[in-house]
Every structure is written in C-alpha cells, then in structure tokens.
C-alpha cells in the first residue's frame, strides 16, 4: 500500500523534539493561510497590483505574504482581510479524532 500524506507527516516528525515538532506545525498552519489569503483574493479576480491599490499593502510583501516567504504583521493581516471583505475565524475541528501521533506530541509538549 502506497504511504498516505498523514503517514509521511507522522515519519518526518518522530525524530522531532517538541520544540521542533511545535515549529513545524506552525509553519504549516501559516503556509495554510498564506495560501487561503491567495485563494480569497483571486476569487475575487483581483492581481496583487489590485489589491496593493485597495490595502495601501506593497504589491512585493503580498507577493512575499502569499508565497509564504513572510510572515504578515497583525496590522497588515487586518489590511488585507478588510480589503479582501474576509473574516478570519478560529474554528475548532468538530471532526478531528485526536491520533496516536497527535497524542504522543501532546505528550511530549507537556513533558517539554
């Protein structure tokens, strides 16, 4: 049976201290909002020029904001989700089954 993406995920992260495993999935969660960012402004057929017109945000830190190269300021990240006309919510997963991988990172947070 070919590896799943979770599987790959889980092997890449065992040897991860949890400090590490903490950074890592950070960095995923603001790669899945860079990319949301992205996704909201085409949706509304608008280039990165557009959008600088509109946030008062240079087209090159959306540029940088959208590829993940950069991490935007609270204060920019307001900018654009008022200009994009988007909220940006924090929903807890109603589906998520907590697995063995994601309980033993608890695990090893608490125990830092």
Do not use: N, Y
Not at 1 to 30: Q, Y
């Amino acid at each position: 049976m070919a590896p799943t993406w979770r599987s790959f995920v889980a092997e890449v992260e065992d040897g991860m201290s949890p400090a590490e495993l903490l950074d890592h999935r950070a960095r995923a969660k603001a790669l899945g909002l860079c990319a949301e960012l992205a996704h909201a402004r085409k949706a509304r057929h608008l280039t990165q020029a557009a959008l600088t017109r509109i946030s008062g945000v240079t087209q090159c830190e959306i540029s940088r904001i959208e590829s993940g190269l950069t991490s935007p300021t609270t204060a920019t990240l307001t900018r654009l989700l008022v200009a994009l006309d988007v909220d940006l919510r924090l929903v807890p997963h109603e589906d998520h089954v907590e697995t063995s991988v994601e309980a033993d990172f608890a695990a090893r947070v608490k125990a830092g």
